[in-house]
């Protein structure tokens, strides 16, 4: 079985600042790692993943994210926020098939303050 | 890419009647779709894991005989809340996913939001 811990429930931070929004994760055998952002009232929108190779990866709207295998954690950084990037923010792992199911974690609220 | 809609995207009912909640793959086959439940200020909670032409498996805590899931084809799951109440009130998301040797995808739908009166 698979688990995946959100130590933050909130995180505020001010324009322009960095962030990093933190994740662990549990599993006994290889996983896909995954952060998607929710947006108030919408769906997910997947921000990047991990699923091999190197271990830092880039996403969409200057988001990007480092796997650590040693730590089992998968945290989300971004040098610069902005307004726009007030969301919720999920991280996720699944195993590697399609019928692998995703797990999601609690949820990262960011809120940016001018 | 690939997407997976949702129908409808809202709905509101009565209590004490059924509703269903559509899911569709759109340009791929899924033979396997999930279904999640979203309370407001919290996180995607996986129902029950929809299987092609099989039965459905439900995670632990939901009732399989309130939330019927149905799968019937390659590109279409439903999940069915039967005689809905208040605290049935909630977001439903469903996903599909797309997995090879070397890439994977998980598709998920919209949402959609159910108020039970």
């Known amino acids: 079985a698979q688990s995946v811990t959100q130590l933050d429930s909130q995180v505020p931070v001010f324009e322009e600042a960095p962030v990093e929004l933190r994740c662990n994760y549990s599993?006994?055998?290889?996983?896909?790692l995954f952060w998607y952002v929710q947006y108030p009232n919408q769906g997910l929108q997947l921000l990047l993943k991990y699923l091999s190779g190197s271990t830092l990866v880039k996403g969409i709207n200057g988001f990007e994210a480092e796997f650590n295998k040693s730590q089992t954690s998968f945290h989300l950084r971004k040098p610069s926020v902005h307004i726009s990037d007030t969301a919720e923010y999920f991280c996720?792992?699944?195993?590697?098939?399609?019928?692998?199911?995703?797990?999601f974690g609690s949820g990262t609220r960011l809120s940016i303050r001018p | 890419g690939a997407v997976v809609s949702q129908h409808p995207s809202r709905v509101i009912c009565k209590s004490g009647t059924s509703v269903k909640i559509e899911c569709r793959s759109l340009d791929f086959q899924a033979t396997t779709m999930f279904w999640y439940r979203q309370f407001p200020k919290q996180s995607l909670m996986l129902m029950a894991t929809s299987n092609e032409g099989s039965k459905a498996t439900y995670e632990q805590g939901v009732e399989k005989d309130k939330f019927l899931i149905n799968h019937a084809s390659l590109t279409l799951s439903t999940l069915t809340v039967t005689s809905a109440h208040p605290e049935d009130s909630s977001f439903y998301i469903c996903?599909?996913?797309?997995?090879?040797?070397?890439?994977?995808?998980?598709?998920f739908g919209p949402g959609t939001r159910l108020t039970v009166t």
């Open positions: 599993s006994s055998v290889s996983v896909y």
């Open positions: 996903s599909a996913g797309q997995a090879s040797s070397s890439s994977y995808e998980q598709y």
């Open positions: 996720a792992v699944t195993g590697y098939s399609s019928a692998s199911k995703i797990i």
